[in-house]
């Protein structure tokens, strides 16, 4: 049996001149309606013109542009004087074609991803390319060019980035880079990005590092001035009592702490439920010290076991995390320069409830201090002192279209006074936390923010949902749901 080869010769059409730009038109059916042209697109067809356009030619001497109406508007800003272009003749007559290579061309295009790019740039770096050439080459902010080739170069990072199907933004690999050297944060992160916690997950992985280390350097400060020092708060006898609470045997003044470290009893130790170590005294009585308040009331620390210590804890740090997330978007939210219909009456009516009911959360604090410092910063009021008057003029000055979002930035900042106060409560539903409907008035609220597109944390999910959170039960769940998503969950042994 013989195999015969075919060899097929594709006719070329093609031919390459340069132009005036005055005989190019764009094509008046571009199929392509968003543009984005952005700033960078623009400084890098500025430096060079790297593809020529597709035209083919028309009656009148002109040419109509195919392919390439971005870099069309862009020559027209600068008035580009000829243009390289690809001359295809046979689509002159033949304008079904010519829609066909629209999509042809788009089809046979696929623009790199921002870790494509990342990897890219760190290569051309390390053959020589220099920061300041890339720049000007690529379109780059000197800074962005930076930050790609410090990601290429953290090799980790990249391959945990690829080895998930998603958009990397610039911004999310340099964090991930961060954790170069953890692959559990790795695969948590990249795990969070698909769910849309990343902004989430990242806070709470920098918060647990940050404050680990401070423990460290603090825990370090006390033995070397000859502190003892006891790591675990469950180590504590009953009788153990912060410096603060203590008295001279005749009550007659406090005792402080400086004083105290004379005492045989004086020991550091982390605080209760708090992320921070404190001074105690082992045992008060022993050492003729007398109690504020009996220990009864004063020792309320050794009253829960240390599970449930840890869960309330872990909560706080969980909610710390998430209210520091709903933050950063909130900020980007603000600064949107134009809003969907739909997204304008979310807006409007959660506005119009909050001040028709008298709502005291979304109207009650609109003037308090925290409120008022989240308005300034969303509208870029750096000056406290010239705040009224700068906001008349943004106002004065805005856009018809933004000024709905003005009052909703008032009666959002006066709910995160309470949603994310310093305290943690919202999440809480023991005696420490904040009222059933109170709680419930937050759900709401950020339920009107999952409409308008936040991706809640777990623990914001709770209080949506009037559950009481649990950290430690929800990482479970999480974990037998992706064993059943993968096939990997474990046989029942009976």
């Known amino acids: 049996m013989t195999t015969e080869t075919v060899e097929q010769t594709i006719p070329t059409t093609f031919r390459f001149e340069d132009v005036s730009l005055s005989q190019l038109t764009a094509h008046p059916g571009n199929v392509r309606e968003d543009l984005a042209v952005t700033d960078r697109f623009r400084r890098s067809l500025r430096k060079k013109l790297r593809t020529p356009l597709l035209v083919t030619p028309q009656a009148d ?37 010519q829609y066909v290579d629209m999509v042809t061309t788009a089809e046979q295009r696929v623009g790199l991803n921002t870790r494509e790019k990342a990897a890219a740039l760190f290569q051309a770096s390390e053959l020589g390319a220099g920061v300041k050439a890339i720049a000007t080459e690529t379109g780059w902010t000197q800074k962005d060019v930076k930050t790609a080739v410090q990601v290429g170069r953290a090799a980790k990072t990249m391959e945990a980035a690829q080895a998930v199907q998603y958009a990397w933004t610039l911004d999310q690999l340099e964090a991930l880079a961060e954790f170069e050297d953890d692959p559990e944060a790795l695969a948590e992160l990249t795990e969070a990005a698909q769910g849309g916690n990343f902004a989430y997950r990242l806070r709470r992985l920098r918060d647990d590092r940050e404050e680990t280390a401070r423990l460290a350097k603090e825990r370090a400060e006390f033995v070397a001035a000859g502190l003892t020092v006891i790591d675990e708060y469950e180590a504590l006898p009953d009788s153990a009592t912060r410096i603060h609470e203590l008295l001279t045997h005749d009550r007659a003044k406090t005792i402080s ?175 420490q936390g904040l009222s059933d409907r109170t ?16 991706s809640v944390a777990p623990i914001e999910q709770a209080i949506i949902d009037g559950e009481t959170y649990d950290g430690t039960e929800h990482a479970a769940k999480v974990s037998a749901e992706k064993a059943k998503e993968t096939g990997q969950e474990q046989l029942d042994p009976k």
């Open 61 to 97: 001497g002109t040419y109509k542009v195919i392919d390439g109406h971005r870099r069309l508007l862009v020559m027209i800003e600068d008035k580009w004087e000829t243009v390289p272009v690809v001359i295809d003749d046979s689509r002159a007559e033949d304008e079904a074609g």
């Open 257 to 431: 702490e400086e004083e105290h470290k004379a005492c045989r009893g004086h020991v550091v130790a982390p605080a209760e439920y708090g992320s921070h170590w404190v001074t105690y005294c082992l045992k008060p009585a022993l050492y003729d010290h007398a109690v504020r308040q009996s220990p009864g009331t004063t020792t309320t620390t050794k009253t829960e076991d240390k599970e449930a210590r840890q869960r309330t804890i872990q909560g706080n740090k969980h909610y710390k995390a998430a209210t520091a997330a709903r933050r950063e978007w909130l900020n980007t939210w603000m600064t949107r320069k134009t809003f969907p219909r739909d997204a304008q009456v979310i807006m409007a009516r959660f506005v119009a409830e909050s001040t028709l009911r008298g709502d005291d959360l979304g109207i009650g604090d609109i003037t308090s201090e925290d409120a008022t410092r989240m308005v300034r910063e969303w509208l870029g009021i750096a000056d406290a002192s010239r705040a009224g008057t700068m906001t008349a003029e943004i106002v004065a000055q805005a856009d018809a279209r933004r000024l709905a979002l003005f009052p909703f930035m008032a009666c959002v900042a006066s709910y995160e006074k309470t949603a994310g106060h310093k305290d943690n409560r919202p999440w809480r539903t023991d005696r």
């Open 439 to 454: 709680r419930e008035r937050i759900g709401a609220y950020l339920s009107m923010l999952v409409q308008l597109g936040h």
